[in-house]
């Protein structure tokens, strides 16, 4: 019975550790920065977290154009975009980095209606970033997105 039990315990030491392993483990404390490499219709999307204690505690997503403005500051683009699309990016962009943040880089981001390209688009950066995350490398990643124009 005792060996059984030293059997069953090793047993448990060895597969606890592979349990706390997923995507998330490993995130080293900083901020960590995925750009996309190319502008899209006039806007660069990016993220931006800060991990802290091995955990995302900060999401920034948000786009800037070629002076720096960020897009989600744009009243302009705003209401062009919430009568053509029914959302704006103030609205998706805090959607997204949200699931980002609450999933800790595990959890499935859900699609907002309106915003396909930037979801398809944060898909793709929230990987690189996360990768940087596990790295450890706080340079800035540009990333190929396939948004274009």
């Not at 660069?44 to 920034?60: A, D, M």
Request: net charge negative; charged share 15%.
């Amino acid at each position: 019975m005792k060996r059984i039990f030293a059997l069953a315990l090793s047993l448990l030491l060895m597969v606890f550790p592979l349990a706390a392993c997923g995507s998330q483990a490993g995130l080293q404390d900083g901020y960590y920065t995925a750009q996309a490499a190319e502008f899209s219709h006039g806007w660069k999307e990016y993220i931006t977290i800060l991990v802290k204690g091995g955990s995302i505690i900060s999401v920034e997503y948000n786009a800037e154009n070629a002076s720096g403005f960020i897009k989600s500051w744009d009243n302009a683009y705003m209401q062009n975009m919430l009568h053509v699309q029914g959302t704006y990016p103030n609205e998706y962009t805090r959607n997204y980095a949200g699931q980002l943040l609450e999933g800790q880089g595990e959890g499935r981001i859900d699609v907002l209606t309106g915003a396909t390209s930037s979801h398809g688009s944060f898909q793709i950066l929230a990987q690189a970033v996360l990768e940087q995350a596990r790295k450890g490398d706080s340079s800035i990643v540009f990333v190929d997105t396939g948004s274009k124009g």
